[in-house]
């Protein structure tokens, strides 16, 4: 596995499975009140440049149950935010932490960051992927099903950064995947080249959801897009996971979001409530997913 995780394309199949085996090892073991103390003494500084509710608990909740200790850090705290070039700020973190988790905007940015600072880095989420949701969401289809090849996997919505990633993580564990998206609304055009002919892409929701086991949506509005809000809304109204849409989905299905949800908006209530444990569950594997992570890259 590389010494990072910037984003899933880096990774491998069997590096992904790694780290899925891993994180159902320290979900067992914690649920079991088996200590894992693999990161005693160590130090994650999270950089936050963009706010979160799960990144950050899940994150300082999970080094914590590692041994280890974790440093918030808001852009306001960091010489990052008054113009200090990243690469000097990696340079020193090198000299204090033993790993950076950060949430920022820019791709670069990340990129960066691990060049320079010579630490294992975590992207924990930029305007281009999300790879630790998309841990987690395998890990949570991987408990229903008890498998990943060959499952039907369908994204509703907007190819943001969390599309992005789904697409990837799908396609390196063997899922057929769909993206149903209004037109100029679709994954990053690297990830498409990345994905090849093993993405389907339409603009029919209807077709996406024909036979699939998992349907993903996100909200139609990501942080930094307020202003775009009520433009973004009109181009996605038509592509909301309802109960119509499910009629269409195997009988068997679940349905993922990575929450914030409008309800209302990408998912309607009622099939929010219907699949609130499998959306939960994909919450807390955030936990486990992200503690595996950090066991493999910092232990």
């Not at 820019?106 to 880095?121: I, K, N, W």
């Not at 679940?254 to 569950?281: K, M, N, W, Y």
Request: glycine share 6%; proline share 3%; hydrophobic share 40%.
């Amino acid at each position: 596995m590389t010494r990072s995780l910037l984003k899933l394309s880096d990774l491998t199949k069997a590096d992904i499975h790694a780290i899925l085996n891993k994180a159902d090892q320290l979900k067992f073991e914690q649920k079991n009140g088996i200590e894992h103390r693999v990161l005693a003494g160590k130090t994650l500084a999270m950089i936050f440049s963009k706010s979160s509710t799960r990144t950050r608990v899940s994150f300082e909740v999970g080094m914590f149950q590692l041994g280890g200790h974790a440093l918030f850090l808001s852009a306001n705290d960091l010489q990052i935010g008054r113009g200090e070039p990243v690469e000097d700020t990696a340079r020193v973190m090198f000299r204090y932490v033993d790993g950076i988790m950060i949430r920022t905007f820019a791709q670069q940015e990340v990129e960066d960051l691990a060049v320079h600072s010579g630490l294992p880095v975590i992207n924990g989420l930029t305007d281009y992927a999300h790879p630790c949701q998309t841990l987690a969401d395998l890990m949570t289809i991987r408990e229903h099903f008890a498998y990943l090849e060959g499952l039907n996997a369908c994204y509703i919505g907007d190819g943001n950064n969390v599309c992005n990633s789904f697409v990837v993580g799908s396609i390196l564990c063997d899922m057929n995947i769909t993206v149903a998206c209004p037109k100029g609304h679709e994954p990053h055009p690297d990830v498409l080249k990345w994905a090849g002919d093993k993405v389907k892409i339409t603009h029919d929701p209807r077709e996406a959801a024909e036979n699939a086991d998992v349907l993903y949506t996100d909200v139609w509005s990501s942080m930094g897009q307020e202003s775009d809000a009520r433009t973004r809304m009109e181009a996605l109204s038509k592509y909301q996971i309802n109960a119509d849409l499910m009629k269409l989905a195997s009988p068997d299905a679940i349905v993922q979001h990575c929450l914030p949800a409008h309800r209302g908006e990408e998912i309607t209530a009622d099939v929010f409530d219907a699949h609130s444990e499998a959306i939960f569950t994909e919450a807390e594997n955030r936990l486990h997913a992200q503690k595996a992570v950090m066991a493999i890259l910092m232990g």
